[in-house]
Nanobody
Framework: QVQLVESGGGLVQPGGSLRLSCTGS????????MGWYRQAPGKQREWVAT?????????ADSDSVKGRFTISRDNTKNTVYLQMNSLKPEDTAVYYC?????????WGQGTQVTVSS
């Protein structure tokens, strides 16, 4: 069983930055991609960004994310990161990591990000 652990969330003022991390418990056979999703209070979970096994990075086609968030991967540490800059109150949400493999998908427990003055 693969376990994913997210970290790096917290309270930040508007305009600030955070870097989220998601580390897998072990090497994943059949690795396809790792991605970040978020769920704001009262809203559905939405996709934010994905890093594929081929080295590509893909972002939600939304002005709310592009240009501010950057996903990256460190294969040696089984870790994916989400660098979030110029944070806005509407970025407040629980952020989840998702691992997609040939054997199925795995989710982390989430990390809370709150953007508020």
């Amino acid at each position: 069983q693969v376990q994913l652990v997210e970290s790096g969330g917290g309270l930040v003022q508007p305009g600030g930055s955070l870097r989220l991390s998601c580390t897998g418990s072990r090497n994943r056979s059949g690795f396809i991609a790792m991605g970040w999703y978020r769920q704001a209070p009262g809203k559905q979970r939405e996709w934010v960004a994905t890093a594929t096994s081929g080295g590509s990075t893909i972002y939600a086609d939304s002005d709310s994310v592009k240009g501010r968030f950057t996903i990256s991967r460190d294969n040696t540490k089984n870790t994916v990161y989400l660098q979030m800059n110029s944070l806005k109150p509407e970025d407040t949400a629980v952020y989840y990591c998702r691992l997609s493999t040939a054997m199925g998908d795995y989710w982390g427990q989430g990390t809370q990000v709150t953007v508020s003055s």
